[in-house]
């Protein structure tokens, strides 16, 4: 009877999922398009971060190289909930605490930008290490020869060594772009309306669970395989022109 | 210790991180230490039992998963492939309250699921937090695993099959332990991200070392000095994986090119 009962809420509760009002497709989606901004700022902030970290440990000095350490260290071996927590304290403390040093009101930091800076500093760390890998990779005679010709370091990072490593950091990128996209759901957890939040809270409404988990596991498997397949053809442009191991 | 590694900066900045301590430990508040002396204790275990038993559960799962991807026929290929995918592709968080919400919800309405022996545990929270952090890792095992099932190199294969060796014994004695030792750097790395993720489970109350420190700072209002402590017990467990796999690494023989 039970059984019955549920086999029917099943069927009903697709429903559930579109997109005007009595559904809550508009909810999920909005927590979708959420989740993908921060994930996009996340990303482009730790690749920034990855860049300067990268050149840090590579050409910096021995007090840069040890700090680096340090920050990689410590963000790859605590848990990004944990980081989360912390970072987000940190920010919105010191942020206000200067406000009201330079005579300012305190200020309600917005969800949207405390994620974006708090995953863009974990993904920085992951994206240091693996764009160290990757400008390792480049022929040092090729940096050397643009030094040889008088080229400014900043000219050479952004003519030379930049384009050289990108096709062997975009493996790790993409990765990384990937754990930007899912590490957007413990924002679940700090209550920022993203759609694992979005989706616990039409779940927890309407008590159908298996529909909205499974709709909202859907989207995320569409985002994935989306910009795994975006990635791959970025790969094949920033490979044009290497010789492929074939032969 | 050796020379090399103490240079006159690394002394500064050993100075600078013993005075951050030393702050820490005189300003910082920690009188709410004592009354929680028995709960670290038995938060500290339910972390460390979970990150144990789901990766061995985990590995167990993933060598038939990296198996089937690697040499298995495409009926069991497909469907390991498909459970990678869509493991790797969904969040970690967003399985474990499918599971958790999802089957807590249904089982009680199936009458012989609630009056069988199994009911008492399975109204409790650690059965799916640790049914949720193994499919995890096997679905990530399981792709690292096709990688080393496939890295081995085919004239060892060849060489067994050719003394006649049985397929199983083939597994046991040449095929997995090459792979393992292929995969035992990349294990080591995906333990710590293992770990990283236990913290998820105090999501769905299930009390470890996390839910502890929560617990802390809604009970006093103390923000940081849990987070901190907390984030240093992390940093312990992590180091104390990396020794383990750099111990397991060392007792593998490896010719030195």
Known sequence: MSALAGAALAASSLDLLQYSPPGWGANLLRGLMNSIIIAFGAFGLGSLIGVAGAFGKLYGGPVTRDLLAIYTTVVRAVPELVLILILYYAV????????????????????????????????????TEVLRGAILSVPAGQIEAARAMGMPPALLA??????????????????LWLIATKDTALLAVVGFGELTQETRQAAGTTKAYFTFFMA????????????????????????RGQRGVRG | MNRAFWQPHRLVMAAVALALVAWCALTLR????????????????????????????????????????????WWLAWPARAFCTVIRGTPLLLQLWLLYYGLGSLFPQ???????????????????????????FAGYEGEVMRGAFR??????????????????????????????QRALPTLG?????????????????????????????????????PLLLLAVVYMAITGLIVLLFRALERRIPSRAA
């Open chain 1, 92 to 127: 919105t403390d010191s942020v206000n605490r200067l406000l009201i040093g330079f005579g300012f009101d305190r200020i309600q930091i917005s969800g949207l930008a405390a994620g974006i800076a708090v995953l863009g500093v974990v993904q920085g760390a992951y994206a």
């Open chain 2, 110 to 136: 199936i009458p012989w699921i609630r009056h069988s022996e199994l009911w008492p545990i399975l109204r409790q929270a650690w059965p799916y937090a640790l049914l949720a952090l193994t499919l995890s």
């Open chain 1, 158 to 175: 952004r003519r030379i060594t930049l384009p050289l490593m990108l096709s062997a950091a975009l493996p790790g990128l993409a990765n």
């Open chain 2, 151 to 180: 890295g081995v190199a085919h004239g060892q294969l060849e060489a067994a099959r050719a003394m006649g060796m049985p397929r199983l014994t083939l597994l046991r004695r040449i095929w997995l332990p090459q792979a393992v």
């Open chain 2, 30 to 73: 920690w009188d709410w230490l004592p009354d929680y002396l028995g709960l670290a204790p038995l938060g500290l275990w339910r972390t460390i039992w979970i990150l144990l038993a789901s990766v061995t559960l985990g590995m167990a799962l993933a060598i038939p998963l990296g198996l089937a991807q690697a040499a298995g026929p």
């Open chain 2, 189 to 225: 790395g995906e333990t710590v991200l293992q770990l990283k993720a236990t913290p998820l489970v105090a999501t769905i109350t299930v009390v470890d070392i996390y839910a502890v420190a929560s617990r802390v700072r809604q009970d006093t209002f103390i923000t940081y000095e």
């Open chain 1, 216 to 239: 909202a596991g859907a989207l995320y498997l569409v985002l994935s395989i989306g910009s795994g397949w975006i990635f791959a053809r970025l790969e094949r442009w920033a490979r």
